[in-house]
């Protein structure tokens, strides 16, 4: 039961940061595409939002080490 709640856990800690790097890309390829000229300045948002997400999931998976881990 053990081992299911943290892979249970750790699922659920990859999956939402996962999806917002979906997201904020798929945003991003759209919005370079209306408008090319603003490149830089979507790039510079995505790179930070990519950032903020992949803190997100190294967090999550801190806390599911110190939990669970002997």
Do not use: C, D, H
Request: charged share 5%; proline share 4%; no cysteine.
């Amino acid at each position: 039961m053990k081992n299911f709640t943290i892979i249970l856990i750790m699922l659920i800690s990859t999956l939402g940061p996962s999806a917002v790097i979906a997201a904020v890309g798929f945003s991003g390829v759209k919005a370079i595409g209306r408008n090319p000229s603003a490149s830089p300045k979507i790039l510079i948002s995505m790179v930070l939002a990519f950032v903020f997400a992949e803190a997100i999931a190294i967090i999550g998976l801190l806390v599911v080490y110190n939990l669970f881990g002997q």
